[in-house]
């Protein structure tokens, strides 16, 4: 992956010791001249270089995929 990540929060993974949600934004993530992307990675662990999950959304799916989000809470 290439590109400059710029980081916007790290949060708490309820449920886990000491794992976080990482919210960043990639410019340029498979390359010159691709579309920046969200990315929210899933650690299971701190101290970890990598996130054991992570899903790029793209800017015109987030409003969706927040949308989704939501409705899947009121299912929880």
Do not use: C, F, R
């Not at 000491?18 to 701190?46: F, H």
């Amino acid at each position: 992956m290439s590109g400059t990540i710029t980081k916007i929060d790290e949060l708490v993974l309820s449920g886990t010791k000491d794992g976080k949600i990482t919210i960043t934004t990639i410019s340029e993530p498979y390359g010159a001249g691709s579309e920046s992307v969200a990315s929210i990675g899933i650690s299971l662990q701190a101290g970890t270089e990598e996130p054991d999950w992570k899903v790029h959304i793209p800017k015109e799916n987030i409003d969706a995929v927040i949308a989704a989000l939501q409705e899947a809470k009121k299912t929880l």
